[in-house]
């Protein structure tokens, strides 16, 4: 297996405008391929663009959502992944019109000779009319077997184990977060004119977005998930205007001994590129730590095994109990 260079992206995304988003997509296509890119990994959501996505009835985001592999937008991606030679991921809102179908927050990872892989979000919460992915997803990218957990997704400690122990040696995490609303270690609300008037005063903006509401706080967990399970993660996340919030940017790329090879902490638009060397795969303490592991201990991991859990209620009710007044 040789090694693979890669480029995680950051972007502010325009709501509702997919050709606007599309356009800033092929200029970082472009770019990417330039510095020898072989994958380019865009923000969760990034076509259809994410919090706009609260406000919209059934039937607006029926209108906005695309098929995969059918829709406008993947056609667009499989013409920039051949044109510029590269491997294209990116984030929209996904309608499936077959029976049990519904609409889905879902990634696509589009190759270089137009072939499509997709993935549904197993945590969904922007809109109550988004459905649950189901399925963990899996593929060769250039010799690496590759897999997708979508933001809230990487929560889940579970989702990345499953994903190693079928085999995963890169994992492709777009995000639109940072900032939120849950006051917890720092977190919380970046107020909008930071953002608006970074150019004039940036000093105040950038504190916030390297702070505990954004670079900090994905350095305190995301490196460790790539050392516990031995894997590379490219972590590519929105920056900027998302609804009223203001998202944090800080896309990274980090080896499997947690080490961040190259990241971003630009205030607008940018992205980090490095080279993942497969040797790192072939020996981590990640991975001899899972090799020793003992399933016959882990039952209770899976108790209540069944049950229909809704992401949007639990994390409501954890913002309730913080005071967070909810819309």
């Known amino acids: 297996m040789n090694k693979l260079r ?10 509702g405008d997919k050709a606007a988003n599309l356009e800033k997509i092929e200029h970082f296509a472009g770019l990417a391929a330039a510095a020898g890119a072989q994958a380019v990994a865009f923000p969760e959501c990034c076509i259809s663009s994410y919090m706009h996505l609260a406000g919209l009835n059934y039937a607006q985001l029926c209108d906005l959502a695309e098929e995969i592999p059918g829709g406008a937008a993947i056609q667009r991606l499989q013409k920039i992944a051949r044109a510029q030679r590269i491997h294209v991921l990116a984030g929209l809102l996904e309608i499936d019109r077959g029976p049990g179908g519904g609409l ?35 593929w060769e990218l250039e010799g690496w077997k590759a897999g997708i957990l979508i933001c809230y997704d990487c929560n889940l400690w579970e989702n990345w184990r499953v994903l190693e122990l079928r085999g995963a040696q890169i994992i ?23 953002w608006l008037n970074r150019q004039r005063d940036p000093e105040p903006i950038r504190k916030e977005i390297t702070g505990p509401k954004g670079l900090a706080w994905v350095k305190k967990w995301l490196p460790s998930r790539a050392y516990d399970t031995g894997t590379c993660v490219v972590f590519a996340n929105g920056v ?42 072939e020996l981590n303490l990640g991975a001899s730590h899972t090799a020793a592991r003992r399933p016959e201990l882990y039952g209770p991991l899976v108790e209540g095994a069944g049950l229909q859990v809704d992401t949007r209620e639990k994390r409501d009710a954890i913002r309730r109990k913080l005071g967070v007044e909810l819309k």
């Open 104 to 138: 889905y927050n879902s990634y696509a990872a589009v190759s270089p000779q137009g072939a499509v892989v997709s993935y549904r979000k197993l945590h969904p919460f922007v809109n109550k009319h988004l459905k649950a992915g189901s399925q963990y997803v899996l």
């Open 172 to 194: 492709f995490c777009p995000h639109q977060t940072g900032a939120f609303d849950i006051p917890c270690a720092g977190m919380g609300k970046i107020p909008v004119e930071l």
């Open 240 to 281: 900027g205007i998302d609804g009223d919030e203001v998202r944090t940017g800080g896309s990274m790329i980090i080896n499997p001994h947690g080490i961040v090879l190259a990241e971003t902490s630009a205030l607008g638009d940018d992205l980090a590129v490095a080279e993942l060397d497969p040797k790192d795969l």
């Open 6 to 15: 890669v480029a995680a992206v950051q972007l502010e995304h325009k709501a």
